[in-house]
């Protein structure tokens, strides 16, 4: 018998990754996990399939309208199993982002408590026992994966391995086969048919291509087709995709008709496939009709799925989608939304590259040798026709539904890994085909532990309490409570100074003056200029992992944020964030004290937004003139004149830091020198103080000065300068020449004002 000890060892190695992915994805946090495992605890509590009501929010949603088999093994499994926590884990992050991939905050779908640590119990016991179950199913579907490339390419020692491993560690097969859901199960009945079909094929042509470890009776014609419709039935009765495999196991048929030039044989071999598969299945079709009036339930799911497309897509939404397509296809996690990095995109395209490259020059060498390249063994075909198939039925859904997803095409795994191996083989070549198996299986399975690592638990980890002795030193303290329950330590922030392409970073600790039963929403917004928000995120605190009723008293923790800049924010100015917690109406937040005074609202600052690029604009008159404080006016631009008002920018440039907040003031001086109309004020209305200009950057700072109409008929001059709002002293300006201006004030417009 043949040597099978690489794909123990390659199974063994699935089995590990997959059991890293299993602990590091919490509890109904995979893909559609939730209601895969409600309809399971359904079965398993003995009130039977679901019966689906649109509009009814259940445990199970729209996953209750699948084909029963998988869920029927699964409650066999768990029902030994007291899941008594089982309604109260479907309770909802409000804020999780599901469905968009790359987000940092709320990427958990669920509210997550200590119940699913160690030891466990209840329902995260029963979701990890159906976890491994998926996962030895997954086994079979790798193992599949080798027998299939080694069927499908006799001639190829070294095929099967690597097929094997592009099946094993491709990321999103180990995510979904490390979780609860039905697709594991009709993966494998899908790969173990199309083996069956092939290695059918192959009985026919050389008996010496079947493994010596199979009975070759099961494969000849008077067992083959009842096998096959069991098997589909099965299949069928799983998912629906494996209707998919009706055109494959239509063109074997087809294929054993033409080779033994009898019909009427494959006729009523045809007849033994349709009638297993109608023993097997039609009572779950006439279930449907009863209740739902149609035979599959897909309507009915997609109503209850919500997500219904009412038109087709345009150009740049079919671009999109199929960008979303292919990455869902090798590894978009969690609720749709953990997203690996462009350079595991970059390695999977450069993989596919590879293959497809190594396809065509197989086609060309065979075309350049005389071989007909028109004439393709009937195995390949029924692989090929499995392929079309898929994606023929996968635009057909994804056309129904919200978007395209790539993980649906997965149930060809077997013959897709296959053909990409035999590519990727073909384009270095036989000498070096070993080697390439082992550096590509290298690499997958570093990638794959890489991805686990790296995106997928990072985006799960629950911030712990710290002491107080390990508080940063650069934290500010701030000793604010709300509703002195909830108890703002301090804060630190990563960067004082950021651009508009960038994000704000900080630090909150909290600590919890006592047991609280609510978990209480964070609102976080971030203004800029004029007070215009310009970064916001509500939350549960943890970035919705540490809901503030898991909270330990007294400790502190904590809690990260990166918020990224609107695009639009104006700059610079400076940033100042405003901080609530709510239960129920964001309007009616809880009271805010500091020092036991109560506060109408917390504002902190975090530093200055800056303009990407440097503000380049020049003013329409030209000054120079320079203040003793650091500060050299440019010019000045008059904007607006009127008959009572004048909107002027002054073009300010910091040559120095400046250590104070100064007030620009404005006057409109009569010709004695009386003022008749001021408008003094912080630069930027206060958005940009003096203190946080950078030397050497150009400032505009607008203002209005506003006049009244019974000002008398003559000459006024506006004048500006700078002076300390605390002590009203001001700073002495001089000319660009050096002599001194009078009053320091520089004299920046003169007008005859005219009563109305």
């Known amino acids: 018998m043949k040597s099978y000890t690489r794909l123990y060892l390659l199974l063994i190695l699935f089995i590990s990754v997959a059991f890293v992915f299993d602990q590091s994805t919490p509890t109904f946090e995979a893909s559609d996990e939730a209601w895969h495992y409600g309809v399971l605890r359904e079965i398993a509590a003995g009130r039977g399939l679901p019966v689906q009501r649109v509009g009814e929010l259940t445990t199970y949603r729209q996953e209750g309208s699948q084909p029963p088999l998988y869920y029927y093994i699964g409650a066999a499994l768990i029902s030994w199993i007291d899941d008594y926590d089982s309604l109260s884990r479907y309770s909802y992050n409000p804020f999780g982002q599901v469905g968009v991939p790359g987000t ?25 026992v159906l976890r491994w179950f998926s996962i030895l199913l997954g086994c079979g579907t790798v193992a599949l994966t080798f027998f299939v490339a080694e069927a499908l390419f006799p001639e190829n020692g070294n095929l099967p391995i690597l097929a094997a491993s592009l099946t094993a560690f491709n990321p999103m097969f ?15 009945l899908t790969s173990l048919i199309i083996y069956i079909l092939i290695l059918a094929v192959n009985l026919e042509d050389n008996v010496s291509l079947i493994p010596s470890w199979l009975p070759k009776k099961s494969l000849q014609r008077q067992f083959a087709p009842w096998l096959l419709g069991v098997l589909l039935g099965l299949a069928i009765l799983t998912k629906l995709s494996a209707l998919l495999l009706v055109p494959v196991v239509a063109t074997y048929l087809i294929w054993r008709a033409q080779y033994h030039g009898n019909w009427y044989q494959a006729f009523r071999e045809g007849l033994i496939i349709a009638l297993c598969v109608f023993v097997l299945t039609s009572w779950w079709f006439y279930r449907n009709w009863i209740l739902y009036n149609e035979l599959l339930g897909t309507t009915t799911m997609a109503e209850l799925y919500g997500f219904v497309r009412t038109g087709p897509p345009t150009w740049d939404e079919f671009i999109l989608e199929w960008r979303g397509w292919w990455y869902s296809l090798w590894g978009i996690f969690g609720a749709f939304n953990i997203i690996p990095g462009r350079w595991y995109f970059d390695i999977i395209n450069g993989l596919v590259l590879i293959a497809v490259s190594g396809g065509i020059a197989s086609i060309v060498r065979r075309y350049s040798s005389g071989v007909n390249i028109g004439k393709i063994h009937v195995r390949h075909v029924l692989a090929v026709t499995l392929i079309l198939a898929t994606l023929i039925g996968n635009v057909y859904w994804s056309l129904n539904q919200h978007a395209a997803q790539g993980r649906l095409a997965i149930i060809t ?17 036989k000498h070096l085909e070993r080697l390439l198996c082992n550096v590509v299986v290298i690499v997958l399975l570093i990638v794959s532990f890489v991805i686990v690592n790296l995106y997928i638990a990072p985006s799960y980890k629950v911030p712990k309490y710290i002491a107080q002795e390990d508080i940063p030193s650069d934290m500010i303290v701030s000793g604010a409570t709300f509703n002195n329950e909830i108890e703002l330590v301090g804060y630190s922030i990563v960067n004082s100074t950021i651009t508009t392409d960038d994000s704000v970073q900080m630090t909150f600790y909290w600590r919890g003056k006592s047991y609280m039963d ?22 549960w605190p943890g970035g919705g992992l540490l809901p ?14 990166v918020l990224p800049i609107i695009s639009s924010a104006e700059a610079p100015t400076v940033m100042r964030m405003g901080l609530s917690f709510w239960d129920d109406d964001l309007a009616n937040s809880l009271l805010i004290s500091v020092s036991d005074m109560p506060i109408e609202s917390l504002m902190i600052d ?24 650091g500060v050299k006016l440019l ?9 009572s008002e004048i909107s002027f920018t002054l073009y300010w440039q910091a040559e120095r830091k400046v250590d104070t907040d100064l007030t620009v003031f404005v006057h409109l001086l009569d010709s004695l020198g009386n003022i008749v109309a001021q408008a003094d004020g912080p630069p930027s209305s206060g958005y940009w103080p003096t203190s946080a200009w950078e030397p050497g950057a150009l400032v505009l700072d607008h203002h209005s000065l506003v006049y009244g109409a019974n000002i008398s008929r003559e000459v006024h001059t506006m004048v500006i300068g700078l002076y300390d709002p605390v002590s009203g002293v001001r700073v002495p300006a001089y000319r660009s020449n050096g002599a001194e201006w009078d009053n320091w004030a520089v004299p920046i417009h003169t007008t005859r004002v005219s009563e109305q």
């Not at 209480?520 to 800029?528: C, D, E, F, Q, S």
């Not at 020049?618 to 003793?628: L, R």
């Open 413 to 429: 795994v077997t013959v897709l890994s296959t053909y990409l191996g035999a590519g990727m083989i073909s384009l270095f070549g």
């Open 606 to 629: 975090v530093g200055r937004l800056m303009p990407t690029n440097m503000i380049n604009e020049s003013p329409e008159v030209e000054d120079g003139s320079i203040f003793t404080s």
């Open 548 to 561: 503030t009723g898991e909270w330990i008293p007294d400790v502190i923790y904590p809690d990260v944020y």
């Open 104 to 128: 940092t905050e709320n990427v958990n779908m669920f509210r997550h408590t200590n119940l699913e640590e160690f030891p466990l119990t209840g329902v995260t016991l029963a979701v990890h």
């Open 174 to 188: 180990v995510f979904i086969s490390a979780s609860v859901n039905n697709d594991n199960g009709v993966w494998f």
């Open 518 to 539: 609510i978990d209480y929403k964070l609102a976080i917004n971030v203004y800029g200029h004029e007070m215009k928000n310009i970064a916001k995120l509500d939350t």
């Open 635 to 643: 010019g000045y631009t008059i904007s607006q004149y009127g008959t």
